[in-house]
């Protein structure tokens, strides 16, 4: 059974070359060859047992794809990460918080990353960039929360994390928050230990995120280890990249959200996706997020209706896009749109508030 075996022996049966794809699934290696050779890949057995079909929502986030060439973007960059970077790996972009990468190395090197051109590059992080990380953290006082990020900062072996980062920054005054992003939960599941969740817990406040995109990514294995997270004391959030092909679609969402807060999961964040390079056969218009954020509201539980982010091009930061509800705004009052279409007045000055009672 995959679910007794430790995460290491897994993730070191993942698939990672061309030759042993083609020998699973129906692709050619000379498709696939120039695709690796630019972005990596890794599909661990668990993910990979995932899997159902050829272009299945499961299949478009592991496998690469010819597209991924193709995408005719210049800009490596545009979230001008590097340019918000004090010291490398590190992205001070809002005043009271910062993303740290700790790890350049993930579970399953998913096609549609907005870090593509960084993940599976074990050169980009180490030892020294995370002391140098922690050292600006210490020196900068306006920083109140922290993000690990990556890569996935789960795929450090439990000393490292805890020795090099989480008891370095815990022991820093000025940090109040630590956050955790990670897919773990979601593509190797056998990763959340019950030995990992209790080293966690004593370093609360501190909050995971998760990286959720499709309801059948929800599976028992992927549960037990929310559970483990959540009866540690950890909140558990939820950050979905909107993905063409894989959750553009207001059932599947709905579905995916309401699935999440079965398992202890608060849905937090939807992204529109991010103008990377590579990711372009991935994206969605804008109008197709909208869509989507009006058929959660008021069509199911408040509680798993998450807000639907897009990230600025050149560092501008992250705005949510809201349906318009108010369709009119006179000086008396406003016509606003109920979640099923009606539309309903409301006033905004004395005058009319009592001609409205009375
Ligand atoms: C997303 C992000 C954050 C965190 O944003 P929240 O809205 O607080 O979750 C912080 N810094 C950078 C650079 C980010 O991209
Ligand atoms: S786990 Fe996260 S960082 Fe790693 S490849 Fe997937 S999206 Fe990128």
């Known amino acids: ?42 599909i661990n057995p668990y993910f990979l047992s995932l899997i159902r079909e050829p272009g299945d929502p499961l299949w478009r986030q592991a496998i690469p794809d010819p597209a991924e060439l193709e995408d005719t973007l210049p800009e490596a960059d545009p979230l001008a990460e590097e340019a918000q ?11 009271d918080r910062v993303v740290f990468l700790v790890s350049s190395q993930c579970a ?12 599976g590059q074990p050169y980009a992080i180490n030892r020294s960039t995370i002391d140098a990380g922690v050292a600006y953290i210490r020196e900068t006082p306006a920083i109140r929360d922290v993000i690990l990020s990556g890569g996935d900062p789960l795929l450090l072996l439990d000393d490292h994390l805890v020795r090099d980062v989480l008891e370095p920054l815990r022991a820093i005054p000025h940090v109040e928050i630590l956050r955790i992003h990670t897919r773990v939960p979601c593509t190797l599941p056998q990763r959340i230990t019950e030995a990992l969740a209790q080293r966690l817990k004593s370093f609360t406040p501190l909050y995971v995120n998760i990286q959720f995109n ?19 004391g950890i909140p558990l959030g939820c950050q979905t990249v909107l993905l063409k092909g894989v959750n553009d679609s207001p059932v599947v969402m709905k579905r995916l959200m309401q699935k999440l807060l079965t398992i ?30 009006s058929a959660l509201r008021g069509h199911t539980s408040g509680m798993c209706v998450p807000q639907y982010m897009i990230d600025l091009p050149g560092g501008g930061g992250k705005i949510p896009l809201l349906p318009e509800y108010v369709v009119e705004k006179r000086h008396n009052e406003w016509y606003i749109q109920t979640f099923d279409k009606k539309i309903v007045v409301y006033p905004v000055s004395d005058e009319v508030l009592h001609r409205f009672f009375y």
């Open 264 to 293: 202890r999961v608060r849905p937090y964040y939807i992204h529109q996706g991010d103008l990377v390079k590579g990711t372009g056969h991935f994206r969605t218009s804008l109008h197709k997020g909208l869509e989507i954020m």
């Open 85 to 95: 970077s004090p010291v490398p790996g590190l992205i001070h972009r809002y005043p």
């Open 108 to 119: 399953l090197f998913c096609r549609h990353c907005m870090r593509k051109r960084k993940v």
């Open 1 to 42: 059974m995959m679910n007794d075996r430790p995460w290491q022996d897994l993730l070191a049966e993942s698939v990672t070359s061309a030759d042993e794809l083609c020998r699973r699934f129906p692709v050619a290696r000379k498709t696939v060859l120039p695709v690796i050779d630019q972005y990596p890949m890794r």
């Open 214 to 232: 499709h309801p059948a990514e929800i599976t028992p294995a992927a549960a037990r280890a929310c559970a483990r997270l959540a009866d540690a």
